[in-house]
Every structure is written in C-alpha cells, then in structure tokens.
C-alpha cells in the first residue's frame, strides 16, 4: 500500500487510509511498523527563491491576514510563483489554489517569472471555475502580482486583492505547502527530470494524483476532489 501511495504517505495518512479499509489499527502501531520497515515519507527539500528583491509597482494590504479557511468554493483563492530545477535549466510554475477545496484551480509554466505568466495562469483558473465579483485573490508582493496590468486586470474581475507583507512567507502557507509538496512527492525524488518530463510530472500530478487521489489532512484526509463534492 506504501507504494502505491508512491511512497508519499506517512504514518497519518496510512492510518486514514487503513481505516478506510476497515483494518482497526492504531496510529502507534502503524507508526511503529513503518519505522520497522523502514517507510517513511520523503524529506522536504530546500526551495529557491525568486522574488525577494522585485520592484513593486503596486501594493495592496494584507485582506487574507492567515486565514487559511473559506466558507465555500471560488471565495478565496492564493496565488505563487515557484521555481523548478531540471537538468536544462529552470522552469517557473505559477499557480493559484483554492483555499476552499486546496484545489490547484489554474497553472502556467514557462521559463519565465514574468508578469505573463501569472496573467496567463489567473486567465485559466477564471475560465476554469468562473468565480462570481468579489473573490479574494491573496498573493506576495512580487513585481509580476503587484504589476498595473495584474492589478488592473483583478479590478475587471471585481476581485479584492490582497498581499502578505514584505518577506514573510507565512502569509501565504496554503501556497507554499502545496510547492513543498509537489516538489518533495513527485518532481525531486531521484535524478533531475527533462523540461518535457517536468511538464507532464506536473500535469498528471496536479490533474490527476492529487485531485483524485491524494488525501489532504486539513481536509480532514479527503482528496480535494471528494471535498469539493460532498460539500457542495
């Protein structure tokens, strides 16, 4: 079952999904018996960071404030940039979560940080769940999110924009777990993927595995597929 959990899941998780098999087995022993076997989930690797000295053309005030809950879907929704190491060079991935359902609602990759590619993700997530005016859209006070054209462009969509404060990650943790995750489960775990391979490593993770498949705990061990439906 370890495996096929691609390795990922630590003791909680197991005992969740145990106990979903009907198997009565406390988190102690399960514990106990993967460290006896050896199983345990993979480590989390340092990150590089990419926006700490932008310029900001605009600022906007912490709305979000680290409430990392929301009532429903499409009310709340935090945005990031992350870069990725391959053995080509870097790739910039940004994406914008759902604070409802942890659902990754819209992504953009591409070998630029640039304000495009944050317009290009944002434009997806809108086509993707068509979010009612008055959304709260969270990010940091990076050049591209704090650009005239990005702010500009959440007016239009009658979103509150809302931004941590300068250099602290904290502000947006929802995001940053989600990077951590992505990068510790599926894109770090041995050698250095192909720009191509990062690509499709993201595609059928973000779209697959950890929509259907992945148990989230603040979700209270249910995939963000499954959140989204029994609560809606």
Same mark, same amino acid.
């Given at each position: 079952?370890?495996?096929?959990?691609?390795?990922?899941?630590?003791?909680?998780r197991?005992?969740?999904?145990?106990?979903?098999?009907g198997?009565?087995?406390?988190?102690?022993? %399960? /514990?106990?018996?993967?460290?006896?076997? *050896? #199983?345990?989930?993979?480590?989390?690797?340092?990150k590089?960071?990419?926006n @700490?000295?932008?310029?900001?053309?605009?600022?906007?005030a912490?709305?979000?404030k680290?409430?990392f809950?929301a009532?429903?879907p499409?009310?709340v929704?935090?945005?990031?940039?992350?870069?990725?190491?391959?053995?080509?060079?870097?790739?910039?991935l940004?994406?914008?979560?759902?604070?409802f359902?942890?659902?990754?609602v819209g992504w953009?990759?591409?070998?630029?940080?640039?304000e495009?590619?944050?317009q290009?993700?944002?434009?997806?997530? %809108? /086509?993707?769940?068509?979010?009612?005016? *008055? #959304?709260?859209?969270?990010?940091?006070?990076?050049?591209?999110?704090?650009? @005239?054209g990005?702010?500009?462009r959440?007016?239009?969509l009658?979103?509150?924009?809302?931004?941590?404060?300068r250099?602290?990650?904290?502000?947006?943790?929802?995001?940053?777990?989600?990077?951590?995750?992505?990068?510790?489960?599926?894109?770090?775990?041995?050698?250095?993927?192909?720009?191509?391979?990062?690509?499709?490593?993201?595609?059928?993770?973000?779209?697959?595995?950890y929509?259907?498949?992945?148990?989230?705990?603040?979700?209270?061990?249910?995939?963000?597929a499954?959140?989204?439906?029994?609560?809606?």
């Open positions: 079952m370890f495996q096929q959990k691609k390795g990922v899941y630590g003791s909680p197991m005992h969740q999904e145990l106990r979903n098999q198997r009565k087995h406390s988190i102690k022993r %399960v /514990a106990r018996l993967m460290k006896q076997a *050896g #199983l345990s989930a993979l480590p989390k690797r340092r590089k960071q990419t @700490a000295q932008a310029i900001r053309e605009e600022r906007r912490n709305v979000l680290q409430h809950q009532a429903g499409d009310l929704w935090v945005a990031d940039i992350t870069a990725i190491r391959t053995r080509e060079g870097w790739l910039y940004a994406g914008i979560l759902d604070l359902s942890r659902i990754l953009a990759i591409g070998p630029c940080a640039d495009e590619l944050v290009t993700a944002l434009s997806r997530s %809108v /086509a993707h769940r068509h979010p009612g005016t *008055g #959304l709260l859209h969270h990010s940091d006070q990076g050049s591209q999110y704090s650009s @005239a990005y702010q500009q959440l007016r239009e009658g979103f509150i924009s809302s931004m941590s404060r250099g602290n990650c904290y502000d947006n943790a929802p995001m940053e777990s989600f990077w951590a995750t992505l990068k510790k489960e599926c894109l770090y775990r041995e050698a250095l993927m192909s720009k191509k391979q990062v690509r499709q490593t993201i595609f059928s993770s973000v779209e697959g595995f929509l259907h498949h992945r148990r989230h705990s603040a979700l209270g061990y249910l995939t963000p499954q959140f989204e439906a029994l609560m809606t």
